[in-house]
């Protein structure tokens, strides 16, 4: 895991001396710094002045096939104080298909927003439930302690009866129709024309970040 790369490790690994390793990297966020990178390089970047909707999608359906197979990134993917170029490359990729399209300051920053939201917590939810296949979900929620608190709940029993329990069912099959609400939502702000400032928080509202 993480917590157990170290500058010393990694020389381990490589069958040289911790020391000779500062003369590639000064310590082990950089080392941080040059991995997440690579994880970037493997994006499969849009184009700028493609259609906006068919390059963001199939850069978001990269990005979760890279982070499938690099769950360890996902909580490092937005938080390196010195970012290389694939990680750069990826932003301004992202912003210049936005742009190209049309949206102004603020669209480009609500739509970057609620695409990555969407597919890096998407990424994080099936990267931790329980199962990883329909049939371990039908036997979690029949066989397993989950089984006997359903009867309780009857928009869970009925969830469970039509969409856990019915042939074919996976938690992945929700990414591509969830990917198209979030455009379809963007599209239609877009048409309608997205604020270009942010409506002020109601009065009494709370608005400390979570």
């Not at 020391?19 to 700028?48: C, F, Q, W």
């Not at 009866?161 to 990414?175: D, I, K, Q």
């Not at 024309?193 to 928080?201: D, K, L, N, R």
Request: one cysteine or more; charged letters at 20%.
């Amino acid at each position: 895991g993480l917590d157990a790369l170290t500058m010393r490790a990694s020389a381990g690994e490589l069958g040289v001396e911790a020391m000779s390793l500062y003369h590639h990297g000064a310590n082990k966020d950089a080392l941080l710094d040059a991995t997440v990178d690579r994880v970037y390089g493997e994006i499969v970047l849009p184009a700028e002045g493609g259609d906006w909707r068919e390059e963001i999608r199939r850069r978001s359906v990269s990005v979760r096939s890279v982070l499938r197979q690099h769950p360890w990134a996902l909580p490092l993917m937005e938080s390196r104080h010195a970012p290389g170029p694939a990680n750069l490359a990826y932003h301004e990729a992202t912003i210049a298909c936005l742009r190209a399209a049309g949206f102004g300051p603020a669209q480009v920053a609500h739509a970057y927003a609620v695409i990555d939201a969407f597919v890096y917590g998407f990424v994080l939810q099936e990267t931790t439930l329980p199962f990883d296949s329909g049939e371990e979900a039908a036997a979690m929620v029949t066989d397993g302690p989950f089984s006997e608190f359903l009867a309780r709940y009857p928009n869970m029993m009925w969830f469970t009866t039509n969409v856990v329990l019915a042939p074919g069912y996976s938690f992945g099959r929700e990414f591509a129709p969830g990917l198209e609400l979030v455009l379809d939502g963007i599209a239609a702000r877009l048409g309608d024309g997205i604020p270009e400032t942010s409506p002020a928080p109601q009065t009494g509202a709370a608005t400390t970040d979570t």
